[in-house]
């Protein structure tokens, strides 16, 4: 069942963010022809809006479904929000209310941005899987534990409190992205089995990535490269 979608985003309290931003785009759209799909620059605010609430009331129970199956007495009761906030670059992102309910966020740019219903449904199915695999609570758990292991490594050299507390917090951002690439890859593979569920194509949704700035494959960077992420797409869509 479909929650809501709420604009003024400012009323929702916000415990954590799943490792999930989505990169601005930096490229212009390639023209495009003529019976194909419009483009962002081609939708009116109008068709923007309906389109995404489309797609809402459509992968939402597809999404809830899902983690009801995956995820036996979890909070799967979805509260889809706008981040309306001035300035705010294309990106979604899932967190937890204060109940522990799970929220899953779009800016406007995002919104605006997306080519087609299927890039859309794409990304919210990948959020909501990052909520179905605990993606928050095991993140959370990676960060206690690289901060005790760095503040502990911290006191064997008789560092003060002030050294101890910035080895914790350090270690806290190693322990946080750590698997944070694993986490996207997961999110990817079961966002394309929501995605389909819903009756949308996730190979075309996750041509996405194929607009926004490739992470490559930093150190301790949060996002694998968008090759591989769309090539967990194919290989996971090809199976179903």
Known sequence: MMSFIKKAFFGVAL???????????TSAPAPVATAQAPTPSQLSGRQAARQ???????????AERECRARAPGMNCDFKIVIDDRPG???NAYQTLDTSGQ?????????????RNADELAFVMGHEAAHHIAGHIARQQ??????????????????????????????GAQVGARTYSKDY????????TVITKKAGYDPVRGAAFFSRIPDPG????GTHPPNAQRIEAVRRTASQL
């Open 184 to 191: 996207e890859i997961e999110a990817d593979i079961l966002g």
């Open 15 to 25: 415990l954590a963010l799943a490792a999930c931003d989505v990169p601005t785009e």
């Open 88 to 90: 705010q670059p294309v």
């Open 141 to 170: 758990r990676n960060a206690q534990a690289g901060a005790l292991v760095f503040a502990g490594l911290a006191a064997l050299t008789g560092a003060d409190a002030q050294v101890l507390q910035n080895a914790g917090e350090i």
């Open 52 to 62: 995404f609430v489309g797609v809402v009331e459509t992968v939402e129970p597809v």
């Open 217 to 220: 494959d930093r150190f301790l």
């Open 102 to 114: 799970p929220i899953i966020a779009f800016t406007i740019a995002l919104i605006a941005d997306v």
